[in-house]
């Protein structure tokens, strides 16, 4: 038995704000080990990398979600009360609510939807668009549309521009991150509104979306859901289906910067699956989960204690060397005939949809990403402009400007 390779210092917040996606490879390189302990937010912090360390971390008689999450997390991104903080039982009961929406036949209807967002937003464009914000617009419709959530064709831009800040400020100090909470007390309480009139059968809608289905869900005990968790759970669909931007943008900087990529799309000779996964496995997106040690335990010598706060690194994992053939390079083709587990491939979390904490939402994300890749690919003429997008690894999530010109 060994304790863990532990940093000293008071608190390294700081460092994790100005190191970004890299904090805990750099730590984990330092120390050589997957395993390391620091301190973030004044609490002891454990941080881990790897396959057989997603594997621990996805292990619920190990770790557990209750208070997890920072408070500030749950203030902007998470909300409180929802999902990603249940564990045992109740999770399970929860995350079926979820789970009972991913059906096939939503898939097919969340692909006819990205196509008609896009041909109505594309139709009117004939000048440049900027891929991130456009679409944010176009999930923003296709969100509010599945979810079958009431809301005024005016609206849109409302909810548009107040779903970005949850995620797109959730790792930002100062008036960032209180815009951030703004807008999730503004959305949160407008869905209350429209829980209590749907509860009252003061509006009608359809009854086979999740608007209604989270509205009139019942929790372990048989009661309704209380109305806040439940429009924080209505935000567990919308925010994320908003927050695909992040990646749509990736597909057309990988599209940019790997242009025979494309091509080799167009010819046949490669699936634009595999360059979806890839986007998902090489550009940052979200840097890592975060949950507690159950109960005192040792693993691989280490020795674990009771309620430490535990990373696991999702990018770091995605680039680990040991999974990944030259992890930094951005090669599609390595998704040809993958055989993956669920605890290697892990942009979205690991583990299993149904019993873990693994997004409810990669079916969806994977679908949308196809779709707009393929219809931009067969049915939209446009050229990039001379542009040199950025991005800064320290920016969570970040949002290089891309630009497409259209053409005819
Ligand atoms: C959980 C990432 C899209 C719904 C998660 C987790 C991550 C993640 C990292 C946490 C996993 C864990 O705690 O172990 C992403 C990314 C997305 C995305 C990068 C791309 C934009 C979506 C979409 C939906 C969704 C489109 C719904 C339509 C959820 C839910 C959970 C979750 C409900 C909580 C699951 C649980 O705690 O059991 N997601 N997600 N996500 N995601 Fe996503």
Redesign the pocket.
């Known amino acids: 038995q060994r304790k863990i390779p532990k940093e000293t210092g008071w608190d390294h917040s700081i460092e994790l704000l100005r190191e970004g996606y890299y904090f805990i490879l750099n730590r984990t390189g330092k120390f050589d080990s997957r395993v390391v302990l620091t301190r973030i937010l004044g609490a002891k912090t454990i941080c881990m990398v790897g396959k057989k360390e997603a594997e621990l971390f996805?292990d619920t008689d190990k770790f557990y979600?209750e208070e997890a999450a920072p408070t500030s997390a749950q203030k902007t991104i998470l909300g409180q009360g929802g999902?990603?903080g249940?564990d045992g039982e109740e999770?399970r009961h929860r995350?079926a609510m979820?789970m009972s929406l991913m059906t096939k036949e939503a898939l097919n209807e969340i692909q006819q939807l990205t196509k008609e967002e896009w041909q109505s937003y594309i139709n009117k464009e004939t000048d440049e668009v900027e891929i991130y914000e456009a679409a944010k617009v176009v999930l923003t419709r296709i969100a509010l549309r599945w979810t079958g959530v009431p809301y005024k064709e005016e609206e849109v831009q409302y909810w548009a521009s107040n779903l970005s800040p949850l995620f797109e400020y959730a790792s930002k100090i100062g008036p960032k991150n209180i815009k951030s909470r703004w807008s999730r007390q503004k959305l949160e309480s407008k869905l209350e509104d429209l829980i209590q009139k749907v509860r009252k059968e003061r509006i009608n809608v359809d009854r086979s979306r999740a608007f209604y289905q989270f509205s009139m869900h019942k929790d372990l005990n048989g009661e309704l859901l209380d109305q806040h968790i439940a429009a924080v759970e209505l935000l567990?669909?919308i925010r994320?289906?908003v927050?695909?931007a992040?990646?749509i943008n990736f597909t057309f900087l990988g599209w940019f910067e790997h242009p025979e990529q494309v091509k080799a799309i167009k010819n046949g000779e490669l699936n634009s699956e595999q360059f979806i996964q890839e986007v998902r496995r090489y550009y940052p997106?979200?840097p890592f989960?975060v949950a507690r040690v159950r109960k005192d335990f040792t693993w691989n010598n280490y020795i674990f204690k009771k309620d430490t706060v535990t990373f696991l690194d999702?990018y770091g994992t995605n680039h680990d060397p040991e999974i990944w053939d030259e992890p930094d390079e951005f090669k599609p083709t390595r998704f040809n005939g993958w055989e993956g587990t669920p605890f290697d491939f892990i942009?979205?979390?690991?583990?299993e949809f149904d019993i873990?904490?693994?997004?409810?939402?990669?079916w969806?994300?994977i679908k949308i990403l196809k779709t707009t890749l393929e219809y931009f690919i067969n049915e939209v003429t446009f050229e990039f402009p001379d542009q040199e997008p950025e991005y800064q690894m320290n920016d969570i999530p970040p949002k290089p400007k891309v630009i497409i010109k259209m053409k005819g």
Do not use: D, M, W
């Open positions: 996805y979600r999902v990603q249940l999770h995350k979820f567990n669909l994320p289906l927050a695909i992040v990646y997106f979200f989960v999702l942009p979205q979390g690991g583990g873990g904490h693994r997004c409810a939402g990669e969806i994300t």
